[in-house]
């Protein structure tokens, strides 16, 4: 199969189109011809190991896998001898455990427990939104945003913003959206209350305090946004920070048991991924695609998610299109 290889750590021009063997599921796994992906900022991390200390998790001097790629959609081509919900040529979506081989590739082979049937009426590439709302859904769940609270999503435009005003929408939050004046109607129509355009005024003189202040992009500091919250408001970051300070943070609100500022990373898959289908076929969750490319110009994807600019997601198409045409939407 056609796979985009990555053998070392560097820069998009590392990553090579090659022939690679075709996986063969183990026993509770689903092979996928994958129809879908995505070049999202956790594959570039990857890509770079940066920071650094990812290296320990995913080998020290080279990548352990050498096919990324953490959102699928696609047929499942064979199932393992366990997997009793999926049958070859069911339509189905989720994501990729970061320790096998990826969806940058013609076939992947995963847990059937990390994906489940496509929802109704949606394309492939309308379902590789897993990455952003995995940990958007991670924030959500640990700041357990309630119906009534009120929360400030900094970033708001990104793949993990636009997952979070969605889901806070759909928690019952009242949710203000910051971004700049080029996606100002989009968060609007992703049912942001209230949206302040950072290029046009200073979000930190709004007027208004918050239960949450979120930072989606990694821009921003707690001590920035301190006013912006409540007496007992949390500060939630996605990122370490400028200099690495929402680490510390973290560390001091542990030490003060304070739970001010909050880190929250996803952790298991399960149940994750059907959870996310239920908020798309209620209307409640919808892809942001920015830019769609085939798998052969992976590497111009990756660059354009590099500069940090991405509206949503980057679609890697990797099925051929008249292939894609022939699957009953
Ligand atoms: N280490 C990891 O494995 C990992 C994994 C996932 C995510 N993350 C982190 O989580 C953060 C968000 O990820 P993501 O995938 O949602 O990012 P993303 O999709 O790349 O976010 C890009 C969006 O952020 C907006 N933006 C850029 N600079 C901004 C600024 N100064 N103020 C406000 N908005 C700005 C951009 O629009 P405008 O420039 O027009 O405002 C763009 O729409 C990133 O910091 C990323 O590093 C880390």
Redesign the pocket.
């Known amino acids: 199969m056609k796979a985009a290889v990555v053998t070392r750590y560097g820069s998009p021009d590392v990553v090579k189109i090659l022939d690679a063997p075709k996986p063969t599921p183990e026993s509770g796994e689903v092979l996928i011809r994958v129809h879908a992906a995505t070049v ?3 594959d570039c ?2 890509l770079r190991a940066h ?1 650094f200390f ?1 290296r320990f998790f995913q080998g020290l001097l080279r990548p352990q896998r050498t096919i990324f790629g953490l959102d699928v959609a696609g047929v499942v081509e064979a199932v393992g001898a366990e997997v009793v919900a999926y049958k070859p040529g069911d339509r189905v979506f989720g994501m990729c455990p970061s320790r096998r081989n990826g969806a940058h590739a013609e076939y992947v082979s995963v847990p059937g427990r990390s994906i489940a049937a496509m929802p109704e009426g949606a394309r492939f590439e309308e379902a590789v939104v897993c ?2 709302a995995f ?1 958007a859904n991670a924030v959500l769940r640990r700041i357990d945003l309630k119906p009534g609270h009120t929360i400030l999503i ?2 708001a ?5 636009t997952a979070l005003v969605q889901l806070a929408k759909s928690s019952g939050a009242t949710v203000t959206a ?3 004046t ?2 100002v109607k989009l968060v609007q129509t992703l049912g942001a209350d209230r949206v302040v355009d ?1 290029t046009a005024e200073d979000f930190t003189h709004i007027g208004e305090t918050f239960d949450f202040v979120v930072d ?4 921003i500091s707690f001590f920035r946004c301190r006013r912006l919250l409540k007496p007992d408001g949390i500060f939630a970051a ?2 370490l920070g400028p200099w690495g300070q929402n680490l510390m943070l973290v560390m001091w609100s542990l030490i003060t048991r304070n739970n001010r500022v909050v880190i929250p990373t996803p952790r298991r898959i399960d149940g994750f991924v059907g959870f996310l289908k239920s908020r798309m076929e209620a209307g409640e969750f919808r892809a942001i695609i920015d830019r769609k490319y085939p798998l052969a110009a992976i590497a111009d994807a990756y660059r354009y ?1 590099e500069t ?5 997601i980057v679609v890697i198409n990797v099925a051929e299109a008249d292939e894609r045409a022939q699957v009953a939407y």
């Not at 435009?157 to 913003?161: E, F, H, P, Q, T």
Request: avoid cysteine.
């Open positions: 999202n900022r956790t991390a990857e920071p990812m990455e952003g940990y900094y970033g435009s990104g793949a993990i913003g910051v971004v700049a080029r996606n950072y989606a992009v990694g821009k996605t990122d998610v940090g600019q991405k509206v949503g």
